[in-house]
Nanobody, 117 residues
Framework: QVQLAESGGGLVQPGGSLRLSCAAS????????MAWYRQAPGKQRELVAHITSGGSTNYADSVKGRFTISRDNAKNTVYVQMNSLKTEDTAVYYCNAVSERRPTIFWGQGTQVTVSS
């Protein structure tokens, strides 16, 4: 059974940092593009960043220069390091896995990130 387990969310002050992790099981992790999405209250879910199997990355304009996505294929885990957090980064963050070989998509359950003083 496929599982994407996010962790690392919490409450942080503006300007602070958090690192989210997403541990995948039940998939051949190395052939998946991994991504982080977020959804704030009353807003649509949006892409934060993604990383391909080859390590190419892409970021939303709103997080460029502040967030860094990375992956460890040996640990079947994708990370996002979030620095200089702003109140507008407050959202539920979701891990996403898209196979690069077949039309298969998986989602995690999400982890709450709250940026507040």
């Amino acid at each position: 059974q496929v599982q994407l387990a996010e962790s690392g969310g919490g409450l942080v002050q503006p300007g602070g940092s958090l690192r989210l992790s997403c541990a995948a099981s039940g998939i051949i992790f190395s052939i998946y593009t991994m991504a982080w999405y977020r959804q704030a209250p009353g807003k649509q879910r949006e892409l934060v960043a993604h990383i391909t199997s080859g390590g190419s990355t892409n970021y939303a304009d709103s997080v460029k220069g502040r967030f860094t996505i990375s992956r460890d294929n040996a640990k079947n885990t994708v990370y996002v390091q979030m620095n200089s957090l702003k109140t507008e980064d407050t959202a539920v963050y979701y891990c996403n896995a898209v196979s690069e070989r077949r039309p298969t998509i998986f989602w995690g359950q999400g982890t709450q990130v709250t940026v507040s003083s």
